[in-house]
């Protein structure tokens, strides 16, 4: 399954529209910039987790 990492309230949400009007079945994990306010638990652009799956640590 597609996953997109990402928060509505950015790019992202080009991705989840796109894959919601083609009939993608997809899951949304969302992470955000690192210097913003990162609630506990969430992905943030440095976290070990998403540079693994991004090493540019960059997000839309
Ligand atoms: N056009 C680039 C922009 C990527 C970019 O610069 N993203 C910023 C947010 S707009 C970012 O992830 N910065 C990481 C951070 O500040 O922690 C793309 O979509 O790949």
Known sequence: MLTIYGVYRSRASRNI???EELGIPFRQVPVIQHYRSVPAGMLHTQSPEFLKINPSG???
Do not use: D, E, K, S
Request: aromatic share 16%; hydrophobic share 85%.
């Open 58 to 60: 960059l997000i839309p």
């Open 17 to 19: 529209w796109l894959a």
